[in-house]
């Protein structure tokens, strides 16, 4: 008898057969629990009680598909690097279904590196243990800090082995997101012209992630303006942190507004608004400062693939979407200048607020210093003036005149 571990109901199973492919995870040689996020599963609302860490380790590869789960590949296209490619897709995740968690919101639960699928092309559908290991915190870390993100739920190491520079141990990733549709997933079917497609993709996207605006006079508009909202918000706690995602491809942004796909990302350390973080991205197309710029061109793609939604008028559509998307810069600055004036314990607003801010960045680059330390000894200092030296350890010294 299949195992049970939630009730799950499977919205995206019943789409249909295009925007998927059943696809049931490979098996594996030996699957051993690396980790499991215990807290999660019980925010999830999954039974693991008596569950050993060889039954965690089956279940979390795949091996042993609990009862009522759907596997799936999602189907999807993308940008890559400014790039279209019209077919991406799942080529190396199964989405294992979705369950209502313990305060009633509907969470995918999806497996990474679980084998090739149908969108795999030349890949070989698997995950090395590093990479897995390095999504599994970076996801906790921002989820701490915070930040929308997909969640880690386990950590599996498979017993074989994987072939990318040189050998390397494989592993699974259990991911848990609201949602694992992104701008890639419309894009795909407006490539195709698919504009049914398009219809109940937006029904399905609307339903999920902001129900109130599906009864809105123009869906298509609300669901453009909600998508521009949540990005905007999510881009300006990048900022704050510090944070460069390194990829930001149309298929990495999800419509839910939360953080997904930790590939080549990191942490600023030393201040350089220039920072890239992927060794493919030689122009710096997704460096740190970029990543308003980045967010706001991906956001023009989905509002592209909504013209024939938002209005049967083709001029009237492209009016309606660029007012919209007008209004993303300001509103990813506002944002980010709220939170920085918080960083910095600012109680008041003052209308030379951005240029102490900035002021104070340029400090920042010119000395080297390391961001996330220069915030918290700031605020040492704010509380003990003794802390100013530690304060300025952090800054190089100013180079000698020539």
């Known amino acids: 008898m299949p195992l049970r571990i939630a009730a799950f109901d499977n919205s995206y199973a019943r789409l249909p057969a295009r925007f998927h492919a059943v696809q049931a995870p490979v098996r594996v040689a030996s699957p051993r629990l690396v980790a499991l996020n215990r807290a999660l599963a019980a925010e999830l609302g999954l039974a693991l009680e008596g569950l050993d860490d060889a039954g965690a380790a089956a279940l979390f590869s ?204 990191a942490f600023l350390e030393h201040y350089n608004p220039g920072a890239v973080f992927s060794g493919i991205d030689r122009g710096g197309r997704y460096a740190f400062d970029q990543q308003p710029a980045v967010a706001h061109w991906n956001l023009s793609q989905l509002a592209g693939t909504l013209l024939p939604l938002l209005d049967e008028d083709a001029e009237a559509a492209i009016a309606l979407a660029r007012e919209a998307l007008a209004r993303f810069p300001a509103a990813c600055a506002g944002h980010w200048l709220r939170g920085m004036r918080a960083k910095l314990g600012m109680d008041s607003e003052e209308a030379d607020d951005a240029t102490l801010i900035d002021d104070w960045l340029a400090l920042l680059q010119d000395g080297q210093a390391d961001f996330t330390l220069a915030f918290r000894r700031l605020g040492d200092c704010a509380a003990d003036a003794a802390a100013d030296q530690q304060l300025a350890t952090l800054f190089a010294e100013p180079a000698e005149p020539a």
């Open 62 to 265: 795949g091996q042993d598909i609990p009862e009522g789960a759907e596997p799936l590949a999602l189907a999807y296209a993308g940008h890559q690097f400014g790039h279209f490619v019209p077919q991406l897709g799942d080529g190396r995740a199964v989405l294992l279904g979705e369950v209502i968690d313990r305060f009633g919101r509907r969470r995918d639960i999806q497996f990474k590196g679980s084998g090739r699928t149908p969108f795999s092309r030349r890949g070989d559908g698997r995950a090395a243990l590093g990479p897995v290991l390095r999504e599994y915190l970076l996801a906790e870390a921002m989820h701490a800090l915070g930040i929308p993100t997909a969640r880690a739920l386990a950590a599996v190491r498979t017993g074989e082995t994987v072939l990318r520079e040189g050998p390397l141990p494989g592993a699974i990733l259990t991911r848990v997101a609201a949602s694992h549709v992104r701008v890639g997933t419309f894009e795909y079917f407006a490539a195709r012209d698919d504009r049914e497609g398009l219809r109940l993709l937006l029904e399905h996207v609307l339903a999920r992630h902001d129900p109130a605006a599906a009864a809105a006079p123009n869906p298509a508009l609300a669901l453009l303006e909600g998508s521009i909202e949540r990005q905007a918000q999510l881009i300006a706690r990048w900022m704050l942190v510090g944070f460069v995602h390194g990829v930001m491809n149309t298929d990495n942004m999800t419509l839910s507004g939360e953080t997904i796909d930790y590939g080549p990302c």
